[in-house]
């Protein structure tokens, strides 16, 4: 852990902004009694039988993060394999942030807010997964982060899987308090402020604290940043890096007219000139129109504005009894955008076939050839780098009132409620793919075969070549786009009981006993706009080349008792009991869970401890996963159990093999609807955790832990694509695959047959016919982890040079071992290239800091190291160009500087580098395409960027 101390934290005022105050070092340090993550009973020692880390607020501001966000994506535990935040403008949650602890995945982190549930991001991560996006939480309001990993079911429910944050919000306050940053990068853009108020009083009977934040940020474009501005800065190099296909009509067949996949139209080099294109003759492409700087104009850092407001109260009824009352609000503004837009026939729904299908070709009369078009719209036909953004607008608010007391003088009581309320709007770019269909190609002039010498499938156009090559105007473009916009919202509302003290005591201390009532309720709403849903008869609002989420309605309600006890057997020993029962009322298979976990705390000094831990955990399914109602769509499908049985449309042929079914034109296959949707199948995931490790106080203010971990998931819910689900499904039915393996489990058939709908006519030729194909996510998979963490603290006190605090923390894994179905074999991943892998390998993380305080002054640099970790190609190599590379990537390193100056007791100016050595990614020669590294291996392109904050106490 960072920090083996945080009782200073519990109380801070506005004198402890700027530093953070250890107590005696020793690992039976002792402090009042206090709460901290992984348990609820109070207690005087802040470590227990599983690792805990606690990060102050002081530190966030020392180590140069400008958001919670920011800083806990450095935490050694967590993993940069996750897809969203600003690098991923094409993502599903480009807004969000998430904590994905151990890469099981965001979902399988439990976070909490004061140690409540807050309403959940409402627009799913990665399509699938409900997650809480971190970035909602502003700064100003956060006391300390308090970080538990292993599983904690038991005290805390579903989703502590891998592990729990706790962001606790600030109690007590006197004083008031402004503080004022302003930052911007070394390389141009990402120019920031952000305005904090905070207050607070307390009376006789009564305390108030409110804060208040803005913060506005401009954004920052791959154009500001050299290797992201140009293809040629990659590494072929100018020589060998080819422009985009920018403008191009791909020839289908080799004609008379010129060879296959060649340009069958270049308007000359004037005309792309004025597109802003460049001339380029290959081998592979002929002479044609493209772009090395059509990249430039996409965002690398979101344009974003929010403004925060928190407010909490207390009043003492007595002595032992007192009203709180607390409330949030959050609301921001983010744009997000490629730049660009792009048309071509591939995806152009209006480029039917006489069949009834799509295809990407088409013959056009006047250039006598059968081509594929593709066109790259520029921001300077659009007008302008923003003119094409997503403009992502949310709120989020959460209300929570209680009162607290006790009774018996040795019984602590809590009673509470809370409501949270999420608010989400994405508002995007997109063509309207029958107004820029009808543009370039006009009505449809009869059909052809491909060569144009006959009737055929494929319909006839002529391309008006003048608006082929030349450019649009911002009106043209308004013409044929519109703007897509998806809304989504969720809410939490929930009542708990706390109670917590001695039950009796035994020769070695008193017996600790906690317990829980809950109620919890989830709600979740999302559609998406109805123009992108693929079954929609075609019209003049159909979008081009863009597929909808579907509509997600769903609400779930949770009920929960659960018990802890914590029992001294000898004065150095220590045990640790908890159980939890959770009852779940929605339409999934879970019904109810019992968790329970165990821990052993032994001392045999004042100076060591040594702990362990089990526990069981479990996760319900996300409510995206078992009540979307999905996107739809029409694809080509193998009915396997038809040909294999010969049955349904394969039955005059009989039984056969797969491979002789796979022909062109064979009954068996046929077009069928797919679909994403939720599988109300789906039952909880279950797990088993480990922890085994000790904290060794080594002298007085240095400090060591080292804790081994073992998580283990099964039953966790995996997608399969149509053709697997398909032999699956096969299998279930016949008795055996293909091969003359044995089939999956009755449950997993059971899912399996839900999932494939078939049609039940018997004596008509749709007898058996696939209806519909949805390719939800089924419980299967087991998962298997193992790894260590070690932190190191030191703090050194001296007469004349000042105080020194040393803190580092490591995570290893040692083994990721996976398989998907019950049948497969057991493979450990943790050394398997992403290619053929189901993450991306993360082995190892160091994070640290060294802080000197002496005087005024206080100085902290702060590092995070990622492991190594696999090249683009994944082998030893040489490019194009000559570049070599390696199997491995090197690993990599980020700095930040902090230096603060205490000008009076009332004034601090800090001066924060982050990204010191301007390290914007690793290097990787066999990465030759755009954005020429892998941000999911640790990445950051916005460089090295400088924040001056000056903190004023009044």
């Not at 982190?109 to 409540?116: E, F, K, N, P, V």
């Not at 038991?154 to 729990?164: M, P, Q």
């Not at 193998?638 to 049985?645: G, H, K, P």
């Not at 839900?754 to 209806?771: E, F, K, V």
Request: aromatic share 12%; charged share 20%; net charge negative.
């Amino acid at each position: 852990m960072f920090l083996t101390f945080a009782a200073p934290a519990f109380a801070q005022d506005a004198d402890e902004q700027t530093t953070s105050t250890t107590t005696s070092s020793s690992a039976s340090r002792t402090l009042d009694t206090v709460t901290v993550v992984g348990s609820r009973i109070k207690r005087a020692e802040i470590e227990g039988p599983a690792p805990v880390t606690v990060i102050t607020r002081a530190e966030i501001d020392r180590e140069g993060f400008q958001t919670v966000g920011d800083m806990l994506q450095t935490l050694s535990q967590n993993t940069t394999s996750s897809f969203t935040g600003d690098l991923a403008v094409n993502g599903f949650t480009p807004n969000a942030q998430v904590v994905n602890l151990r890469n099981l995945g965001p979902g399988y982190t439990l976070t909490l807010i004061d140690g409540r549930r807050p309403a959940q991001y409402p627009q799913p991560y990665n399509r699938d997964n409900n997650v809480t996006n971190i970035q909602a939480i502003p700064t100003s309001i956060v006391e300390r982060i308090e970080v538990l990993t292993g599983g904690a079911s038991a005290i805390y429910g579903s989703d502590a899987v891998a592990g729990v944050v706790n962001i606790v919000l600030r109690k007590n306050f006197e004083g008031n308090f402004a503080r004022v940053t302003t930052g911007t990068t070394a390389e141009g853009g990402g120019d920031s402020v952000n305005v904090e108020l905070t207050g607070g009083k307390t009376g006789d009977r009564w305390s108030g604290l409110w804060a208040f934040q803005y913060a506005e940020q401009e954004p920052v474009f791959a154009s500001q940043r050299e290797f992201l501005a140009d293809n040629r800065n990659g590494p072929l190099g100018a020589q060998f890096t080819n422009p985009a296909l920018s403008l191009i009509a791909i020839r289908g067949l080799a004609s008379a007219n010129g060879p296959v996949n060649h340009n069958a139209f270049y308007p000359g080099e004037d005309a792309c000139d004025a597109l802003g294109f460049e001339s380029r003759r290959t081998a592979a492409r002929g002479l044609y129109c493209g772009s090395y700087t059509t990249n430039a104009s996409r965002s690398i850092s979101n344009k974003r504005q929010f403004y925060s407001a928190y407010g909490r109260g207390t009043f003492d009824l007595t002595d032992t009894t007192q009203l709180w009352a607390s409330a949030n609000y959050y609301t921001t503004e983010a744009k997000a955008g490629s730049g660009t837009e792009f048309w071509g026939t591939s995806g152009d729904r209006f480029n039917q076939l006489s069949t009834g299908g799509t295809s990407a070709f088409y013959y056009d009369s006047g250039l006598r050839d059968i081509v594929q078009l593709q066109r790259v719209f520029t921001p300077q036909e659009l007008g302008g780098n923003e003119a094409a953004t997503s403009v992502f607008e949310e709120y989020t608010y959460d209300i929570a009132a209680g009162i607290t007391g006790s009774f018996a003088d040795r019984f602590d009581w809590e009673a509470s409620a809370n409501y949270g309320y999420y608010n989400y709007e994405r508002d995007r770019p997109r063509l309207l793919a029958q107004s820029v269909h009808d543009y370039f190609l006009g009505p449809r002039l009869g059909w052809s075969n491909a060569q144009g010498t006959a009737a055929g499938i494929y319909p006839v156009h002529q391309l008006n070549l003048a608006r082929w090559s030349s450019p649009i105007t911002p009106e043209i473009y308004r013409s044929f786009a519109t703007r897509v916009i998806d809304r989504s919202e969720t809410s939490v509302a929930g009542a708990t009981f706390n109670v917590s003290g001695d039950l009796f005591e035994l020769p070695a201390g008193a017996v600790g006993f906690a317990g829980v009532l809950e109620w919890n309720q989830q709600k979740l709403d999302l559609v998406s706009d109805f123009r992108t849903d693929q079954l929609r008869p075609l019209d003049n609002q159909t979008i081009y080349n863009l597929t909808s989420s579907g509509e997600t309605h769903g609400t779930r309600d949770r009920y929960a008792v659960g018990a802890e006890f914590r029992v001294p057997i000898l004065n150095s020993l220590a045990a640790n009991f908890a159980t939890r029962w959770d009852k779940y009322d929605d339409i999934s298979s879970v019904d109810a869970a019992t968790t329970y976990n165990l821990g052993l705390e032994w001392r045999p000094w004042d100076s060591l401890l040594f702990r362990g831990s089990y526990a069981t955990s479990f996760r319900a399914p996300d409510m995206q996963l078992i009540y979307a109602e999905g996107a739809a769509s029409f694809s080509s499908i193998l009915d396997e159990f038809s040909c294999r049985s010969g049955t349904g449309p394969g039955a005059a042929q009989g039984p056969r093999t797969r491979p002789a079914c796979n022909v062109s034109g064979d009954p068996t296959i046929y077009s069928a609807q797919t679909i994403i949707a939720g599988n109300p199948g789906l039952k909880e995931e279950e797990g088993e955790s480990w922890t085994a490790g000790f904290v060794w106080d080594i002298i007085d203010g240095m400090s060591l832990s080292v804790d081994w971990y073992r998580i283990r998931l099964t039953d966790a819910a995996s997608q399969f694509d149509s053709t697997t689900l398909l032999a699956q499904e096969a299998a279930c039915r016949i008795g055996a695959y293909a091969d003359g393996s044995a089939p999956p489990s009755a449950a997993i058939c059971g899912n399996l047959y839900q999932l494939i709908t078939r049609t039940n006519a018997p004596g008509s030729p749709d007898d058996g016919r696939i209806q519909r194909i949805n390719n939800s996510y089924i419980n299967t998979a087991l998962q298997d982890t193992t790894g260590v963490d070690a932190t190191y603290r030191y703090r050194w006190d001296t007469d004349r040079v000042g105080r020194f605090n040393v803190d580092l923390a490591y995570s290893l894994q040692l083994t990721n071992e996976y398989k998907q179905t019950a049948d497969e074999e057991l493979v450990d991943y943790r050394d398997v290239p992403p290619s053929q892998n189901f993450w991306y390998p993360e082995r190892s993380r160091v994070r640290g800091s060294v802080s000197w305080t002496y005087g005024d002054w206080t100085t902290t640099v702060f590092g995070t190291r990622y492991g190594s970790a696999f090249t683009n190609a994944e082998v030893d190599g040489v490019n194009a160009a000559g570049g070599a590379y390696g199997r491995r990537l090197a690993p990599y390193m980020l700095y930040n500087l902090s230096v603060g100056k205490q000008f009076t007791p009332n004034l601090l100016a800090q001066l924060q580098v982050v990204n010191v050595l301007d390290n914007q990614y690793r290097k990787d020669n066999s990465f030759t395409g755009y954005p020429f590294f892998n941000n999911y291996l640790g990445a950051d392109p916005l460089g090295r960027r400088f924040y001056v904050s000056l903190s004023y106490k009044f």
